[in-house]
């Protein structure tokens, strides 16, 4: 259902901008006819900001473009509503400053913030994450962390061919979105930068990523609460954290996630493959109607992994146990090694135990010898090959 819902959220996206986009004329801005200079040395956030504003005001769909050549921007808004679509093309490499402490604690450095109709396409985002990634280790006095590029309350959003490079934080942010298409985007962090997750989503509705690669020091793609309808396929994860639902319930109300599709995906040396976890502590919220298939994991640490012990530190949650509600979530087809003995973890809530869980066409083996699966508070069924045996 998941599937069918994004697929057909993707093809109106994509209608709906042709059309527009041809439909009248293009208004075209180019961001140094308004000062910007593609040193890498000049600060452009000014132009670059009265060039969004040209755009935005104008009564025709219209370009921003960014050439070829590096362009310094600090913290920047492009904020709506705008009276038409607007198309940011960039050619070139957006750089942040090289004292991470220049962001400040606004937590972003992009922000596309009330804007519908939205292309995004192109381009290099250098964060130079290095030395916040470093005062995290070892500094006591540090800033928040900037998200690289952050999409606010934005409907009918395209954002393709982007690479986002050594993010403080998060690269790629979708929050409160719907209509949201995000194609052929690169997420590039070493393996032990802290919270860079790819694609972070939350609070949003009909989300489709598709053709993406993720190389980060967090999860590949975070699932946050209230994410309905959202389609991922054909992506490459690791290093990272795998595809993860949650953390989750860490607040008492929350609106769960629902409907989410994984297919076609797969995992290199990724400490999780997909995974659903929630806090050990009491919440309204739920995980229904999600589907994992056709999957590979190469290496994977945890290639499949329920967690709703999530505690990190052991602070705030010992002795609890977890109050999402998990349902109706099916593992079909999914292949290969695992780094562990254990390929498969269910640690369910014993107050809300796992319900529907299915398994079909399962093989995943552990130095080419079989692996292992736990299973705590847990019902469903199981079909076709399974490897390692299912404890259900």
Request: proline share 5%; aromatic share 8%.
């Amino acid at each position: 259902m998941a599937a069918i819902v994004s697929i057909n959220l993707y093809i109106l996206l994509c209608i709906t901008l042709f059309v527009s986009s041809h439909a009248t004329p293009t208004s075209k801005y180019n961001v140094t006819a308004f000062g910007a200079k593609p040193d890498g040395k000049f600060d452009s956030t000014g132009p670059f900001i009265k060039a969004w504003q040209s755009a935005c005001t104008s009564p025709n769909p219209a370009t921003i473009y960014v050439p070829k050549g590096r362009f310094l921007l600090n913290a920047i808004n492009f904020r709506g509503p705008c009276k038409s679509q607007i198309t940011v093309l960039i050619a070139g490499t957006l750089v942040a400053p090289q004292d991470y402490r220049a962001l400040g604690n606004s937590g972003f450095w992009i922000l596309f913030n009330h804007v519908d109709n939205l292309v995004v396409s192109g381009g290099y985002l250098d964060a130079k994450g290095a030395g916040f990634w470093d005062c995290r280790r070892y500094g006591k006095s540090c800033p928040v962390g900037a998200r690289s590029i952050t999409f606010n309350s934005v409907n009918n959003l395209v954002v393709s061919g982007i690479t986002s490079i050594n993010s403080q934080h998060s690269h790629v942010v979708i929050n409160t979105c719907n209509n949201v298409l995000l194609k052929n985007v690169r997420a590039i962090a070493p393996a032990k930068s802290p919270n860079t997750d790819g694609i972070h989503v939350e609070r949003s509705n009909g989300v489709t990523i598709i053709g993406c690669t993720l190389q980060t020091g967090d999860d590949c793609i975070s699932i946050a609460d209230a994410t309905f309808n959202l389609f991922i396929s054909h992506i490459k994860c690791g290093p990272g954290h795998g595809v993860s639902i949650g953390s989750l319930g860490k607040e008492m109300e929350e609106k769960g996630v629902e409907n989410v599709t994984v297919t076609n995906a797969i995992f290199t040396g990724s400490d999780n493959g997909v995974r659903i976890k929630s806090w050990a502590r009491p919440s309204k919220g739920f995980v229904r109607n999600i589907l994992f298939q056709n999957i590979i994991m190469n290496n994977v640490e945890n290639p499949i992994i329920i967690d709703q012990n999530y505690c990190p530190h052991k602070l705030g949650c010992p002795g609890q146990t977890s109050g999402i509600k998990i349902s109706g979530v099916t593992y079909n087809n999914i292949q290969g090694t695992s780094a562990t003995p254990e390929a498969i973890t269910f640690d369910c809530s014993p107050s809300y135990p796992c319900e529907g869980i299915k398994l079909q066409d399962i093989n995943l083996t552990y130095n080419n010898e079989t692996a292992t699966s736990t299973c705590k508070n847990i019902g469903g069924t199981i079909n076709g090959t399974l490897v390692p045996e299912i404890c259900l």
